[in-house]
């Protein structure tokens, strides 16, 4: 009974297409998020999003990273809208969403108006994102802030370690109710690199962290990651994230759905067919077998995370990736990360966090269209 009642709330959200619920009086309604096959719609006009990753809320720090170097917030993100970004993925934990322990005493060193509350802090960033014209997708990227990096569960919940699906969708709706209070949310990525699901399983798992968002916001968008290899790849190893060989029609979810891959090169990790004589230009095939058919079936999609040193044979790969999300006509995309921090790809500045990777800037400009 309780399928029979999921698998008809799943097709009512389908067939809605629009949601459009009449708000009390006086009060205004959220902006209309919607998805169709060229990108992201607002309000009915298309919404190009061109987002960098700022992580830090995901950490036990509780805070972004990179205010320990003088800088505020408002100027980090002055600085990437210089460069012509107009979107942010946030990382997120529990403990921020559940105000849950200290922000890092290093956050008030560049911004002394940061809270010391990790959900005030959380509101604090939204706020100033907002006020400078940035969307925002919130990621729940682990459900422990301590399982980060190399320990990232592969799973949006596990009741081993104290987490349990219905924390999930607690936490799934807490983050809903901050796209409500913030229009410029568009969208909730249900988990972040599901790799230790089939796609079944996580297939099943994403309708219902679907209906726990659309349940508060019907008019925000959730996003669905691939998972890993667990499940057909077409005989080419995925990144965590990037497999949605299997992936078919739009989960029931109609126009609430972004599929959104992870991929990444060489700087990350290796695959054998890095290692072909025709690289990189055998990459379009993988790219297509792993999430490029979804253009094929008139499926939304974007990335959620690339990015790399940008040196050598990684380079080439995102050169050549970035030819390849033109020629689709992609327009939805978060490369990984603002952060130099980040181990394996390093950042869009550099270890000063205030001087740009210019060829990463210029690289992602051509994806903007201002190159």
């Not at 799943?10 to 009449?22: D, E």
């Not at 079944?200 to 990651?225: D, F, I, T």
């Amino acid at each position: 009974m309780v399928k029979l009642l999921l698998s008809l709330l799943i097709a009512l959200v389908g067939c809605a297409r629009l949601p459009n619920p009449t708000p009390p009086t006086g009060e205004t309604p959220p902006p209309l998020y919607s998805t169709r096959p060229d990108g992201v719609y607002k309000g009915g006009a298309l919404l190009p999003l061109y987002g960098v990753n700022w992580f830090g809320l995901e950490s036990c720090d509780r805070a972004p990273h990179g205010l320990w170097s003088g800088r505020s917030v408002a100027e980090f993100l002055g600085q990437l809208k210089s460069f012509g970004f107009n979107a942010l993925r946030l990382p997120v934990a529990p403990e921020v969403l559940r105000d849950q322990g200290t922000v890092a005493s290093w956050a008030q060193i560049g911004d002394p108006a940061y809270p010391k509350s990790p959900l005030a802090g959380l509101h604090y960033v939204l706020e100033k994102a907002q006020g400078l014209g940035f969307y925002v997708l919130l990621d729940f990227h682990t459900f422990r802030c301590d399982l980060i990096g190399g320990q990232l569960p592969g799973r949006p919940f596990d009741p081993a370690r104290g987490y349990t699906k219905g924390d999930w969708l607690a936490d799934l709706e807490r983050m809903a109710r901050l796209s409500l209070d913030f229009p410029s949310v568009f969208g909730i990525d249900l988990a972040n690199e599901p790799h230790n699901l089939t796609w079944s399983e996580w297939k099943a798992l994403a309708q219902e962290g679907a209906q726990a968002v659309l349940g508060v916001n019907p008019r925000v968008l959730v996003a669905v990651e691939g998972v890993g290899n667990l499940s057909d790849n077409g005989g080419y190893p995925a990144f965590w994230g990037e497999n949605l060989t299997e992936a078919q029609g739009d989960l029931g979810l109609g126009d609430r759905l972004l599929y959104l891959p992870h991929v990444y090169g060489p700087s990350v990790a290796s695959q054998p067919y890095f290692n072909d004589p025709s690289f990189p230009e055998n990459l379009p095939a993988i790219w297509d077998t792993h999430f490029g058919h979804l253009s094929r079936q008139r499926l939304p999609w974007g990335v959620g995370e690339f990015g790399g040193k940008y040196q050598g044979d990684d380079q080439r790969w995102q050169d050549r990736f970035v030819q390849y999300l033109k020629g689709k006509g992609v327009k939805v995309w978060f490369y990984w990360a603002l952060n130099p921090n980040s181990g394996d790809t390093g950042g869009l500045l550099q270890d000063d966090w205030r001087t740009p990777v210019e060829a990463k800037i210029t690289l992602l400009q051509k994806l903007m269209g201002a190159l």
